[in-house]
């Protein structure tokens, strides 16, 4: 079976630090994603992790840990815009098959 | 160009009606996807292709039919749809065993 479970909800003030944690049980992996979603509007893609160990672009970090199927999306210096959806996806081996978790609303407050 | 292009933005159909869903992405992928996503939900796969042939057909109901025409170009077919298929629908389309998937802005579908 597969499973990946992320909180429904969080609220972090402007300036700080956030994370968002994702645990996952899947028959097969071969990466994780993070996702973010503004509402009404598509996905977009924030990283992609194969490997252990934490990966670092801008303001936005994720890490994973194979070994315990789990992963977490970090996120410094919060702004407003980053208010939004953060949908955490495995994709599974041998071919394109890649299941998202039902999504942390994050709200950033003033 | 970065962009995944899917037309129309909007639809309302009756059940008895056959529509198109278009998607179309100049990137030069040859893996391209089409999603279901209900409100609150997370994007759940319906369809992949890849090379323009049909890799994943995730036990999708026949009231849906992909069509690939070429390597730009996505199309779900729907016929005889039912209320409970309101959804958004995203096509998305990566380079094969790549990782980022680039999505579209999704056709925002309701049944009638």
């Known amino acids: 079976g597969q499973n990946i479970d992320q909180p429904t909800e969080m609220t972090a003030t402007e300036g700080a630090i956030v994370q968002i944690n994702c645990t996952y049980q899947?028959?097969?992996?071969?990466?994780l994603f993070w996702y973010q979603q503004h509402a009404g509007e598509a996905p977009t893609f924030l990283s992609y992790n194969v490997l252990d160990g934490l990966e670092e672009k801008g303001r936005f970090s994720s890490f994973l840990s194979r070994s315990k199927g789990y992963s977490y999306l970090l996120l410094k210096e919060l702004q407003m815009k980053d208010s939004a959806s953060y949908l955490c996806?495995?994709?599974?081996?041998?071919?394109?098959?890649?299941?998202f978790g039902a999504g942390t609303r994050l709200f950033v407050k003033a | 160009d970065t962009e995944v292009t899917q037309t129309p933005k909007h639809l309302v159909m009756g059940m008895t009606n056959k529509k198109s869903l278009k998607c179309e992405q100049h990137m030069g992928h040859r893996a391209m996807y089409w999603y279901k996503q209900k409100a609150k939900k997370p994007p759940e796969l319906m369809f992949v292709y890849s090379y323009e042939k049909l890799s994943i057909n995730e036990s999708v109901p026949s009231r849906f039919s992909p069509e690939c025409p070429n390597s730009s170009l996505l199309n779900l077919h729907l016929h005889a749809l039912q209320p409970e298929d309101s959804a958004l629908y995203l096509c998305?389309?990566?380079?094969?065993?790549?990782?980022?998937?680039?999505f579209g802005q999704g056709t925002r579908l309701t049944v009638v």
């Open positions: 996806a495995v994709r599974k081996t041998g071919g394109f098959k890649t299941i």
């Open positions: 998305a389309s990566s380079q094969v065993g790549e990782d980022e998937a680039f």
């Open positions: 899947t028959s097969g992996f071969n990466g």
